[in-house]
């Protein structure tokens, strides 16, 4: 029997609705994907305003579930269950999607699933035609969040290293916003560097000695300093020197943990997730690498990568399957770690056989 889901996320700047379906066993199949971004209107103040972001989210929520269902070719009495993001992230953002999601669980009567975000990234790669066996590494880097994981399964998740300041993407947003680039400022880096000579700056690579955990906080202070010592304004070529050595310097940083990483667990299969994984350098970076090591990269499409909701729909196939759904008083959580054994949950029922 196949099962449709529908999802919803808003835990930061993007409003997204997707539909899937799933038998017993097996990957899930897309039917649709939505994504109304907030680009355009948090543009001007160089970052995400998160009581704009929460009335975005609720103006445009309704209408994109409705083309969501629209777009699968289905009405809401094909419905098996609604999955929702319930952390982390911004609190108002997320209450905004989780009241929603609950509204409509409760007047089409569905069951109800609270899906971290975190654990939508790592689900992710199930969406695309290749996917990895378990157990695998996955390296989910964004703007909030610079982990890696070792997974041995579904909701399977084994924390081994993580940012200890700043998260890649914070940094490459910072340093865009000193070089007076557009936001969202790592896109935009991204797109100069690959004009530019990666060698012409030196900046640092810290803790590249201990474990498995990062920092990029003083990454940012070096890109400051450095840049205070060159004449302004900057001329285009420099300015793509620039962006290409600080970007280098995330990406080789990043390759070198999670190097060390597969070599401690002995595995041989990566995923490369997370919003900063749409990033062309480091995709290209780390496929050059696992070609030249001899082991398997699992990149997710670009669009899979940023904040959507068919990550989220995919997360909710386990918890569906496993007939564990949420009531009604679930709420939402700004800080929520991946570890199923110690989420604070609400009260939980079980599936009616």
Not at 171 to 177: E, H, L, R, S, T
Not at 231 to 246: K, R, V
Request: glycine share 8%.
């Amino acid at each position: 029997m196949t099962t449709y889901l529908l999802a919803l996320e808003s835990s930061c700047d993007e409003t997204a609705a997707s539909v899937i379906s799933f038998e017993q066993e097996g990957p899930p199949t897309l039917r649709s994907s939505l994504v109304a971004s907030q680009v355009e209107i948090h543009a001007r103040y160089g970052g995400v305003v998160p009581e704009i972001a929460s009335r975005a989210h609720l103006e445009v929520a309704l209408p994109l579930i409705q083309d969501a269902l629209l777009e699968a070719g289905l009405q809401r009495k094909d419905l098996s269950a609604i999955a929702v993001t319930r952390g982390p992230g911004l609190i108002g953002a997320l209450l905004v999607g989780l009241q929603i999601a609950k509204s409509i669980a409760f007047a089409w009567k569905l069951p109800l699933i609270g899906v971290n975000h975190l654990a939508g990234h790592l689900e992710a790669v199930f969406l695309e035609a290749s996917y990895p066996s378990f157990p695998f590494l996955a390296l989910l880097v964004s703007g909030g969040h610079t982990t890696i994981y070792r997974v041995d399964g579904h909701e399977q998740y084994k924390h081994l290293g993580s940012t200890r300041d700043d998260a890649a993407g914070e940094a490459f947003d910072k340093a865009a916003k000193m070089l007076g680039l557009g936001y969202p400022g790592g896109v935009y880096i991204d797109r100069l560097a690959q004009q530019g000579d990666a060698r012409r700056f030196s900046f640092p690579r810290a803790m590249l000695k201990q474990g498995l955990d990062f920092s990029f906080s003083g990454l940012k202070t070096a890109c400051r300093t450095e840049l205070a010592s060159l004449e302004q304004p900057l001329d285009d070529q420099t300015l793509a020197d620039f962006c290409a050595s600080y970007q280098e310097a995330i990406v080789d940083v990043l390759w070198q943990k999670v190097e060390r990483a597969l070599e401690q667990e002995g595995l041989d299969q990566l995923v490369l997730t997370g919003g900063v994984a749409a990033n062309s350098r480091l995709r290209a970076f780390f496929q050059q690498r696992c070609d030249e090591t001899q082991r398997k990269l699992f990149l997710p499409s670009k669009r899979f990568c940023t904040d959507n909701a068919a990550m989220i729909a995919a997360a909710a196939v386990t918890p569906f399957r496993q007939g564990r759904f949420e009531s009604l008083d679930l709420n939402a959580t700004g800080k929520l770690p991946l570890d199923p054994n110690a989420l604070p949950r609400g009260p939980r029922r079980r599936k009616k056989n």
